[in-house]
């Protein structure tokens, strides 16, 4: 069973930057893509960027420019370096990892509370 354990949040003052990390049970390699999401109270989870097996990255536009996402394979970690904070950025931020053997499957991690206070 994959488990995926994020790390990083906290609270910060807007502008400031956190960067967060999503470690791994094992190779991260098998999964397509990894990625990273984000709930507030009483609304759905939202995307926030992903990045392929290849190293592809894509983001929402909300965070183009601001956010960067990577992995390092060798550590079974993928990272959201986050910049210039706004309070909008304030969420429970869970990080994805899918995998296609037979079928697709994602994992998700338990999440990891941002704070950005204005």
């Known amino acids: 069973q994959v488990q995926l354990v994020e790390s990083g949040g906290g609270l910060v003052q807007a502008g400031g930057s956190l960067n967060l990390s999503c470690v791994a049970s094992?190779?991260?390699?098998?999964?397509?893509?990894m990625g990273w999401y984000r709930q507030t109270p009483g609304n759905q989870r939202e995307y926030v960027a992903s990045?392929?097996?290849?190293?592809?990255?894509n983001y929402a536009d909300s965070v183009k420019g601001r956010f960067t996402i990577s992995r390092d394979n060798a550590k079974n970690t993928m990272y959201l370096q986050m910049n210039i904070l706004k309070s909008d950025d304030t969420a429970v931020y869970y990080c994805k990892a899918n995998e296609i053997r037979e079928v697709s499957t994602d994992y998700w991690g338990q999440g990891t509370q941002v704070t950005v206070s204005s």
């Open positions: 990045i392929t097996r290849f190293g592809t990255t």
């Open positions: 094992g190779s991260i390699i098998k999964f397509t893509h």
